[in-house]
């Protein structure tokens, strides 16, 4: 097979995590698994399995717990990677497997969640409905804004602004697995009770930005398509 005819093993809605860190320890992996009969959605459900597991895990009162199941997501992360490309490598990409990674990628998150619910409410620091109600609008306002940014991607990027950089190389690889590292972070520090109400700080600044930035590159992309053509 040619260079140009390689298959491109990259996601290009891989976020920060996935490129330092999940995304190198797969190329092994996948190279282990090609020659194998080990299909990429049974990869996909390992990925799921073993993220489920971390996300609960994390929760955890104990810290051998939280680092069990720390490594546990970064085990499900590589498998995430690995799945994808031994997916194309092999041209066996379907519309099941997408399904099941999506599938998977959101069980993990609602794991994770759960661990998290699990954990204060043995601590008895369950916050209350305020912080909570906070929370749910702006994760329902994220999930607005960055969909609209990525439906919207192929008409803003006529603008060759710096707007775009900062909604495709910044915010929106946030939107992937790297929103782990905060719970993780905070479950390390033994301080997952701040996490709720620094998790809605953060999701209100978030869609705000996101929305801003949004608005001027539309704007100007406006702009510009409705600008009279001079002829040559």
Do not use: K
């Not at 609960?56 to 799945?83: E, K």
């Not at 041209?91 to 990628?105: C, T």
């Not at 939107?175 to 782990?180: G, M, N, V």
């Amino acid at each position: 097979m040619t260079a140009e005819h390689e298959p491109v093993l990259e996601n290009p809605r891989d976020g920060y995590i996935d490129r330092l860190l999940y995304r190198p320890l797969a190329r092994p992996l996948t190279r282990a698994l090609l020659p194998t009969p080990i299909s990429p959605n049974a990869v996909t459900l390992a990925s799921a399995v073993i993220g489920v597991t971390g996300g609960l895990l994390v929760g955890s009162a104990g810290a051998g717990g939280v680092l069990a199941g720390v490594a546990c997501l970064v085990w499900s992360g590589i498998l995430d990677c690995s799945d994808g490309e031994l997916a194309r490598l092999r041209h066996a990409e379907s519309r099941l497997g997408h399904a099941l990674d999506v599938a998977g990628d959101t069980l993990v998150a609602v794991a994770l969640l759960a661990g998290i619910v699990r954990h204060l409410a043995r601590s008895g620091v369950v916050p209350g409905w305020p912080v909570l109600g906070a929370l749910g609008l702006g994760v329902a306002g994220a999930f607005v804004a960055i969909t609209w940014s990525e439906a919207t991607e192929p008409r803003r990027r006529r603008v060759p602004g710096w707007e775009n950089r900062v909604l495709d190389r910044i915010l929106g690889p946030l939107t992937t697995r790297d929103w782990y590292v905060f719970p993780v972070a905070f479950a390390l520090a033994g301080r997952l009770n701040w996490l709720v109400p620094a998790a809605a700080v953060g999701a209100h600044v978030f869609w705000l930005v996101t929305l801003a930035l949004l608005l001027r590159v539309l704007r100007a992309a406006q702009v510009q398509g409705s600008a009279p053509r001079v002829r040559q």
